[in-house]
Protein backbone atom coordinates (compact mmCIF):
# COMPACT_ATOMS: atom_id res chain seq x y z
CA UNK A 1 0.00 0.00 0.00
CA UNK A 2 1.73 3.03 -1.04
CA UNK A 3 -0.22 6.71 0.58
CA UNK A 4 -0.11 10.22 -0.43
CA UNK A 5 -1.89 12.96 2.26
CA UNK A 6 -3.54 16.30 1.15
CA UNK A 7 -4.00 18.37 4.23
CA UNK A 8 -6.83 20.29 3.84
CA UNK A 9 -4.94 23.75 4.32
CA UNK A 10 -2.79 22.86 1.70
CA UNK A 11 -5.13 23.38 -0.88
CA UNK A 12 -5.51 26.02 -3.52
CA UNK A 13 -7.88 28.97 -2.47
CA UNK A 14 -9.88 31.55 -4.58
CA UNK A 15 -12.12 33.82 -3.38
CA UNK A 16 -14.33 35.72 -6.24
CA UNK A 17 -16.48 37.19 -3.74
CA UNK A 18 -19.73 35.54 -4.88
CA UNK A 19 -17.69 32.39 -4.88
CA UNK A 20 -15.08 31.07 -2.68
CA UNK A 21 -13.16 27.77 -4.04
CA UNK A 22 -10.82 25.54 -2.02
CA UNK A 23 -9.10 22.84 -5.19
CA UNK A 24 -7.17 19.86 -4.16
CA UNK A 25 -5.72 19.53 -7.63
CA UNK A 26 -4.61 22.42 -10.27
CA UNK A 27 -7.39 24.53 -11.46
CA UNK A 28 -7.70 27.95 -12.60
CA UNK A 29 -5.54 30.14 -11.59
CA UNK A 30 -3.90 27.48 -8.78
CA UNK A 31 -0.92 25.31 -9.90
CA UNK A 32 0.38 23.05 -8.40
CA UNK A 33 2.98 20.64 -10.36
CA UNK A 34 2.66 17.73 -7.31
CA UNK A 35 -1.12 18.30 -7.36
CA UNK A 36 -3.05 17.86 -11.02
CA UNK A 37 -4.64 14.52 -10.72
CA UNK A 38 -5.09 11.19 -8.95
CA UNK A 39 -5.18 8.81 -11.48
CA UNK A 40 -8.08 10.05 -13.70
CA UNK A 41 -9.54 12.01 -11.11
CA UNK A 42 -9.04 15.45 -12.36
CA UNK A 43 -10.79 18.02 -10.24
CA UNK A 44 -12.25 17.99 -6.50
CA UNK A 45 -13.56 21.73 -5.87
CA UNK A 46 -14.80 22.37 -2.58
CA UNK A 47 -16.93 25.62 -3.39
CA UNK A 48 -19.62 27.83 -1.59
CA UNK A 49 -21.82 30.44 -3.64
CA UNK A 50 -22.99 33.57 -2.73
CA UNK A 51 -27.12 34.09 -2.67
CA UNK A 52 -28.47 34.23 -5.98
CA UNK A 53 -25.79 33.92 -7.60
CA UNK A 54 -23.96 31.37 -9.77
CA UNK A 55 -22.31 29.97 -12.99
CA UNK A 56 -23.64 31.51 -15.78
CA UNK A 57 -23.88 29.29 -19.21
CA UNK A 58 -20.30 27.54 -20.09
CA UNK A 59 -19.16 24.67 -22.22
CA UNK A 60 -17.83 21.09 -21.26
CA UNK A 61 -16.64 18.51 -23.28
CA UNK A 62 -15.33 14.60 -22.72
CA UNK A 63 -15.48 14.58 -19.06
CA UNK A 64 -17.69 13.18 -16.57
CA UNK A 65 -18.62 15.82 -13.84
CA UNK A 66 -20.21 15.11 -10.53
CA UNK A 67 -22.07 17.69 -8.47
CA UNK A 68 -22.80 16.62 -4.66
CA UNK A 69 -24.63 19.38 -2.54
CA UNK A 70 -23.63 19.69 1.04
CA UNK A 71 -25.86 22.12 2.24
CA UNK A 72 -28.55 24.70 -0.05
CA UNK A 73 -29.70 24.24 -2.92
CA UNK A 74 -28.56 24.32 -6.58
CA UNK A 75 -30.64 25.25 -9.99
CA UNK A 76 -29.18 23.57 -12.92
CA UNK A 77 -29.90 24.16 -16.47
CA UNK A 78 -28.17 22.83 -19.47
CA UNK A 79 -28.43 22.77 -23.48
CA UNK A 80 -30.18 18.98 -23.15
CA UNK A 81 -32.85 20.33 -21.91
CA UNK A 82 -32.90 19.56 -18.05
CA UNK A 83 -34.04 22.06 -16.08
CA UNK A 84 -33.41 20.45 -11.82
CA UNK A 85 -32.78 21.87 -8.65
CA UNK A 86 -30.35 19.74 -6.72
CA UNK A 87 -30.28 19.54 -2.82
CA UNK A 88 -28.22 18.38 0.09
CA UNK A 89 -28.54 14.18 -0.26
CA UNK A 90 -29.00 14.59 -4.22
CA UNK A 91 -26.29 13.35 -6.37
CA UNK A 92 -26.20 15.19 -10.25
CA UNK A 93 -23.88 13.49 -13.18
CA UNK A 94 -23.24 14.87 -16.33
CA UNK A 95 -21.69 12.99 -19.19
CA UNK A 96 -20.00 16.06 -21.50
CA UNK A 97 -19.32 13.83 -23.85
CA UNK A 98 -19.21 15.66 -27.40
CA UNK A 99 -20.15 18.79 -25.75
CA UNK A 100 -22.73 20.50 -23.62
CA UNK A 101 -23.26 23.67 -22.24
CA UNK A 102 -24.90 24.42 -18.61
CA UNK A 103 -25.06 26.83 -15.95
CA UNK A 104 -25.51 26.68 -12.24
CA UNK A 105 -26.98 29.36 -9.69
CA UNK A 106 -27.67 29.31 -6.44
CA UNK A 107 -31.71 29.00 -6.03
CA UNK A 108 -31.80 30.33 -3.03
CA UNK A 109 -31.49 34.64 -1.90
CA UNK A 110 -31.29 34.49 1.55
CA UNK A 111 -28.40 31.55 2.11
CA UNK A 112 -25.37 30.39 0.63
CA UNK A 113 -25.06 26.80 -1.26
CA UNK A 114 -21.87 24.45 -0.69
CA UNK A 115 -21.32 22.25 -2.96
CA UNK A 116 -18.56 19.50 -4.38
CA UNK A 117 -18.11 19.60 -7.94
CA UNK A 118 -15.49 16.38 -9.35
CA UNK A 119 -14.12 15.89 -12.73
CA UNK A 120 -12.98 12.93 -13.93
CA UNK A 121 -11.88 11.81 -17.10
CA UNK A 122 -14.27 9.63 -19.29
CA UNK A 123 -13.52 5.84 -20.26
CA UNK A 124 -14.64 6.48 -23.75
CA UNK A 125 -14.74 9.92 -25.40
CA UNK A 126 -17.43 11.90 -27.66
CA UNK A 127 -20.68 9.89 -26.47
CA UNK A 128 -23.74 11.35 -26.55
CA UNK A 129 -24.14 13.47 -23.54
CA UNK A 130 -26.55 12.17 -20.55
CA UNK A 131 -27.58 13.58 -17.63
CA UNK A 132 -28.66 11.67 -14.56
CA UNK A 133 -29.56 12.55 -10.48
CA UNK A 134 -30.66 10.68 -7.67
CA UNK A 135 -31.35 11.52 -3.77
CA UNK A 136 -29.71 9.04 -1.11
CA UNK A 137 -30.79 8.49 2.29
CA UNK A 138 -28.57 9.35 4.49
CA UNK A 139 -29.58 6.79 7.19
CA UNK A 140 -28.50 4.20 4.63
CA UNK A 141 -24.69 5.16 5.26
CA UNK A 142 -24.42 5.21 8.92
CA UNK A 143 -21.48 2.90 9.58
CA UNK A 144 -21.78 1.12 6.22
CA UNK A 145 -20.68 2.02 2.64
CA UNK A 146 -23.66 3.77 0.20
CA UNK A 147 -22.50 3.88 -3.40
CA UNK A 148 -23.88 7.32 -5.01
CA UNK A 149 -21.76 6.76 -8.33
CA UNK A 150 -20.74 3.52 -10.28
CA UNK A 151 -19.80 2.32 -13.70
CA UNK A 152 -22.13 2.09 -16.19
CA UNK A 153 -22.71 -2.23 -16.53
CA UNK A 154 -22.47 -1.56 -12.33
CA UNK A 155 -26.28 -3.12 -10.84
CA UNK A 156 -26.41 -1.59 -7.88
CA UNK A 157 -28.81 1.45 -7.23
CA UNK A 158 -26.28 4.27 -8.25
CA UNK A 159 -26.13 7.02 -10.80
CA UNK A 160 -23.60 5.83 -13.66
CA UNK A 161 -20.92 7.21 -15.32
CA UNK A 162 -18.66 6.57 -18.10
CA UNK A 163 -15.59 5.51 -16.42
CA UNK A 164 -14.98 2.53 -13.84
CA UNK A 165 -14.73 4.79 -10.94
CA UNK A 166 -17.31 4.31 -7.86
CA UNK A 167 -17.97 7.03 -5.37
CA UNK A 168 -19.14 6.27 -1.81
CA UNK A 169 -20.50 7.93 1.52
CA UNK A 170 -20.22 7.22 4.60
CA UNK A 171 -21.29 8.10 8.62
CA UNK A 172 -18.56 6.89 10.70
CA UNK A 173 -19.69 7.32 14.63
CA UNK A 174 -16.79 7.33 16.72
CA UNK A 175 -14.91 4.36 17.70
CA UNK A 176 -16.40 2.21 14.52
CA UNK A 177 -14.35 0.77 12.17
CA UNK A 178 -14.52 0.25 8.34
CA UNK A 179 -13.10 -1.89 5.79
CA UNK A 180 -13.33 -0.35 2.06
CA UNK A 181 -12.09 -3.13 -0.89
CA UNK A 182 -11.13 -2.15 -3.97
CA UNK A 183 -13.41 -3.33 -6.45
CA UNK A 184 -11.52 -3.08 -9.80
CA UNK A 185 -7.21 -4.24 -9.67
CA UNK A 186 -4.89 -1.51 -10.46
CA UNK A 187 -7.97 1.10 -9.10
CA UNK A 188 -6.67 3.19 -6.35
CA UNK A 189 -8.75 5.01 -3.60
CA UNK A 190 -8.81 9.13 -2.90
CA UNK A 191 -10.79 9.06 0.26
CA UNK A 192 -11.71 13.06 1.46
CA UNK A 193 -12.92 13.54 5.04
CA UNK A 194 -15.83 16.01 5.22
CA UNK A 195 -16.06 16.08 8.68
CA UNK A 196 -14.72 15.21 11.64
CA UNK A 197 -11.57 12.55 12.06
CA UNK A 198 -10.17 8.87 10.78
CA UNK A 199 -7.25 7.25 11.13
CA UNK A 200 -5.74 5.34 8.06
CA UNK A 201 -2.42 3.38 7.33
CA UNK A 202 -1.53 4.63 10.48
CA UNK A 203 -2.30 8.41 9.78
CA UNK A 204 -4.69 10.70 11.29
CA UNK A 205 -6.82 12.73 8.57
CA UNK A 206 -9.37 15.26 9.78
CA UNK A 207 -11.24 17.55 8.29
CA UNK A 208 -11.28 18.29 4.75
CA UNK A 209 -7.72 16.74 4.86
CA UNK A 210 -7.47 13.17 1.94
CA UNK A 211 -5.07 10.14 0.91
CA UNK A 212 -4.63 8.45 -2.23
CA UNK A 213 -4.33 5.51 -1.72
CA UNK A 214 -2.88 2.91 -4.32
CA UNK A 215 -1.32 -0.52 -4.65
CA UNK A 216 -3.65 -1.76 -2.47
CA UNK A 217 -6.57 -4.30 -2.07
CA UNK A 218 -8.27 -2.61 0.76
CA UNK A 219 -8.19 0.33 3.51
CA UNK A 220 -9.25 -0.06 7.09
CA UNK A 221 -10.50 3.05 8.19
CA UNK A 222 -11.01 4.03 11.87
CA UNK A 223 -13.27 6.96 13.21
CA UNK A 224 -11.64 8.53 15.91
CA UNK A 225 -14.60 10.71 16.29
CA UNK A 226 -17.74 10.84 14.80
CA UNK A 227 -16.83 11.13 10.41
CA UNK A 228 -18.26 11.85 7.30
CA UNK A 229 -16.16 10.48 4.36
CA UNK A 230 -16.34 10.47 1.22
CA UNK A 231 -14.73 7.84 -0.97
CA UNK A 232 -13.55 8.01 -4.82
CA UNK A 233 -12.50 4.76 -6.31
CA UNK A 234 -10.78 5.52 -9.35
CA UNK A 235 -8.11 3.93 -12.50
CA UNK A 236 -4.92 5.25 -12.00
CA UNK A 237 -4.22 5.27 -15.88
Do not use: C
Amino acid sequence: MKTTIHRGDTRGYANHGWLESHHSFSFAGYHNPEKTHFGLLRVLNDDQVSEGRGFGTHPHDNMEIISIPLSGDLQHEDSMGTKSVIRQNDVQVMSAGTGIYHSEYNKNTDKPVAFLQIWIFPKLRNIAPRYDQKTYDPALRKNILQRIVSPMDDDSDSVKINQDAYLHRVELESGKNLTYPVLRNGNGVYVFVLDGSVSIAGDTLNTRDAVGVTEATEIDISATTNASLLLIEIPMK
